[in-house]
């Protein structure tokens, strides 16, 4: 498909339990972003790949979060030791170029039992 | 740091009024981009407008526009004639410098028939 695709779209999980979840980014784009996104509130920033690497991961929340970009293209946003805390959709966007518009994918939405 | 603040949670019109989402932002870098997107129910993001911190131009595109003003550190967006098709939640959000995107809270908007 033409747009960001993101796998799976519903995940639950008993709380201590390892997740991933998949991006695959609109072909040719070479910035990926993981957002997280709780109930009611805006979009709050996880990680960015500009190709290959990580250049910003400030956002993530601790060390159990942890995401790959291996051949610049798709993404995996592994989360280890699931917390009930960490319920929430999880949303991947890619960009041609940094400062560019975003284009989203639908989400996977993550909930820990 | 950088952060934008959204200060109306929800708002609820009539159709056919005429309606203005305030954003106000705070960062310290001279280069930045501003963004507007909106969140629908279905859930995807969906890319509105992009406007770079040296270009104070407004910007009408068919019902909506944007009103940026660097001396109030505001980039406010009206929609005239509101329908109901424009309910969703709306973010503003800011690239700041190097830094990833970063949202606001969000403005739910909610226009009766």
């Known amino acids: 498909g033409a747009g960001v695709s993101q796998t799976p779209s519903n995940k639950v999980t008993e709380k201590g339990k390892y997740v991933e979840l998949r991006c695959d980014p609109i072909?040719?784009?070479?910035?990926l972003y993981w957002y997280r996104q709780s109930l009611g509130q805006g979009p709050e920033f996880l990680i960015y790949?500009?190709?290959?690497?990580?250049?910003?991961d400030s956002g993530l929340p601790n060390d159990r979060f942890f995401a790959v970009r291996p051949e610049g293209s798709v993404s995996t946003l592994k989360i280890q030791r699931t917390e009930r805390g960490d319920s929430a959709v999880y949303l991947c966007?890619?960009?041609?170029?940094?400062?560019?518009?975003?284009?989203f994918g639908e989400g996977s939405r993550l909930t820990v039992l | 740091a950088q952060k934008v603040t959204q200060a109306q949670t929800e708002i609820s019109v009539v159709e056919k009024e005429d309606v203005t989402l305030d954003c106000v932002y705070e960062?310290?870098?001279?280069?930045?981009?501003l963004f507007w997107y909106k969140q629908p129910p279905s859930g995807e993001l969906v890319f509105l407008i992009r406007?770079?911190?040296?270009?104070?131009q407004n910007e009408i595109s068919g019902r909506y526009s944007w009103n940026f003003q660097k001396s109030t550190s505001s980039f406010n967006f009206t929609i005239t004639a509101s329908q109901v098709v424009d309910s969703a939640v709306y973010f503003c959000?800011?690239?700041?410098?190097?830094?990833?995107?970063?949202f606001g809270s969000g403005t739910r908007l909610q226009v009766q028939p």
């Open positions: 406007r770079n911190s040296f270009d104070e």
């Open positions: 072909s040719g784009h070479t910035a």
């Open positions: 790949f500009q190709g290959t690497g990580a250049a910003d």
């Open positions: 960062t310290r870098d001279t280069t930045y981009y």
């Open positions: 966007a890619s960009s041609p170029t940094k400062t560019g518009e975003l284009f």
């Open positions: 959000a800011l690239v700041p410098g190097r830094r990833a995107l970063t």
